[in-house]
């Protein structure tokens, strides 16, 4: 199938089984382009789970895998994005195919591992590489034969769909839109593409639109042939070269949408300002060019209200596995940026990146396990919650339900006192860890005061669960008086 034929959609949208609940968006099958309507509510009510989950799991995993970070017997960096081994090395894409298909050799099992490691980290999704920038594909795909159907005589999208359902996970698609193995992915067309080989590239005749042939037909496969989908997550566009100009995106974004009508994606059809100014990246934010924006390997200093935004983030500074990066974060690093992030009102897609066996790094299931036994106790202050209703806390941070702040201490004060800048009435207030026990607050002049145990049940983040009576009414920051110089 080279491109997706309007007529077939119909047919696809009844065999596609749809999960109860899901949105109900008004989807009318015509064969020109069509707006899909849906209202507002419709949209929370498909955006929900997702809102809901705010811990999911990335999984970069691809032929660059196998490679971990090494051409040529040489180590190709110890830091940075080993994806992108292809381009560091500036291999054409049969040289990189002849040296990393032997590579990668999945091991039956594989996707039940990653799957039972997400659950046990208390990851609600995983969204996987069905192809990243190097254009292998992991499905077993009738449009070309760089896939894995094709190379290894098997369909591995299905193998990892399987898996995540069998654990009981929402399970969504990244997806490449750079390609370097389609010889007809013309990244001639706009200053700065990324391309593995340089010299006389542009002598070579590209047919771009056949590209986005190519795209369209394999997202198609993609969207029809596993079930219900809940992520569709793109990968990236520039400015020059985004939207409608560079892949289609508003047909591919209505085919997606006719395909799986409850689907939540980001906007990296379009070009956002994902990596450099990202202070101003969601007054920029429309909802015709996805659901959600996509900061990565950052936290916005503050939330987003009204926005749906998710922080993808690396374990140690690669998103696709090297034997050669060291740098992981630590364990308080990452429950510490879950919280941060949750309690600004966003998703934390945090990266694994499995071997070319499909294994899992030792330090990877370590730190997983890590924020795993963490969220046994205090999940509750994550799952299901909102921003905070504080700009900042000099002690940790906040999440809230309705009338319930979560406040996650990260430094415990010395005098066993916590103040938090509020003027309700408290209704109850215990520690997550020792939740039978209640603690006594007072009012004081700056607030409520929590008189806490002397030692932190948790030195990364201890939770404190708080009701309050009616909404919480917070304490207009007061300017502290200078504390006087040392004489
Ligand atoms: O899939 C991951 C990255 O490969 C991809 N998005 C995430 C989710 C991505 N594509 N482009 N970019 C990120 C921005 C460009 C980053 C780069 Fe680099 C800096 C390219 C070369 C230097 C990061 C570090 C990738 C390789 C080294």
């Known amino acids: 199938m080279k491109s997706l034929v309007p007529l077939s959609f119909g047919l696809l949208l009844v065999i596609a089984p749809c999960r109860a609940g899901d949105n109900t968006a008004e989807v009318t099958l015509s064969p020109t382009p069509v707006p899909i309507t849906e209202s507002s509510e419709q949209r929370d009510a498909r955006m929900s ?11 970069h995993w691809g032929l660059y895998s196998g490679l971990a970070g090494t051409w040529n017997s040489k180590p190709v960096a110890t830091k940075g994005g080993m994806e992108w081994i292809q381009k560091m090395v500036k291999a054409d894409t049969d040289t990189y195919a002849r040296e990393a298909l032997p590579k ?17 980290a208390g990851c609600k999704y995983v969204v996987f590489t069905t192809k990243h920038h190097e254009g292998f594909a992991l499905h077993d795909s009738k449009d070309g034969d760089f896939n894995a159907g094709a190379k290894l005589n098997r369909d591995l999208v299905r193998e990892i769909v399987e898996a995540a359902r ?33 010299g006389n590239h542009e002598s070579i005749p590209r047919n771009h639109s056949k590209y986005i042939d190519h795209l369209h037909a394999q997202v198609g496969e993609l969207m029809t042939k596993y079930g219900p989908i809940d992520v569709v997550w793109w990968d990236f566009s520039s400015k020059g070269f985004e939207g409608d100009e560079a892949w289609h995106a508003s047909e591919l974004i209505r085919k997606v949408r006719e395909m799986q009508p ?11 300002s994902t990596v450099k100014n990202a202070e101003n990246e969601h007054r920029e934010f429309n909802t015709a060019h996805g659901d959600f924006i996509t900061p990565e390997q950052r936290i916005p200093s503050t939330g987003m209200p009204g926005v749906d935004w998710e922080s993808c983030m690396t374990l140690n500074t ?10 992981w974060k630590s364990e308080q690093t990452l429950i510490r940026n879950l919280v941060d992030i949750a309690s600004k009102g966003g998703n934390y897609l945090l990266n694994i990146g499995p071997k070319g066996d499909g294994s899992i790094p030792p ?3 370590t730190l997983m396990k890590g924020i795993g036994s963490w969220m046994k106790i205090n999940s509750e202050a994550i799952y299901g919650t909102t921003a905070g209703p504080f700009e900042s806390l000099p002690w940790g941070r906040c999440t809230r339900k309705g009338n319930t702040l979560y406040l996650s201490v990260f430094e415990w004060p010395k005098d066993g006192k916590l103040t938090v800048p509020l003027k309700n009435r408290v209704l109850s207030c215990s520690l997550l860890a020792d939740p039978s026990n209640q603690l006594t607050t007072n009012s004081g002049p700056l607030g409520l005061e929590i008189s806490l145990p002397s030692v932190a049940p948790d030195p990364t983040a201890a939770v404190i669960r708080i009701t309050i009576d009616g909404v919480p009414d917070v304490m207009e920051p007061m300017s502290t008086p200078k504390a006087p110089e040392n004489p």
Request: no cysteine.
């Open 104 to 120: 990668f050799q999945p091991k039956p099992g594989f996707a039940s591992e990653w799957m039972k490691l997400a659950k046990e």
């Open 363 to 365: 330090e990877t299931v």
């Open 49 to 59: 789970w997702w809102r809901d989950a705010r811990f999911g799991m990335f999984v």
């Open 262 to 272: 409850g689907i939540v994606m980001n906007n990296r059809l379009y070009s956002a």
């Open 166 to 198: 069998a654990e009981g996970l929402r399970i969504g698609f990244y997806h490449s839109l750079i390609d370097w193995h389609d010889a007809n992915y013309d990244f001639t067309k706009a200053k700065g593409l990324p391309y593995p080989v340089g």
């Open 318 to 327: 690669t998103w696709g596995y090297s034997d050669h990066d060291h740098a």
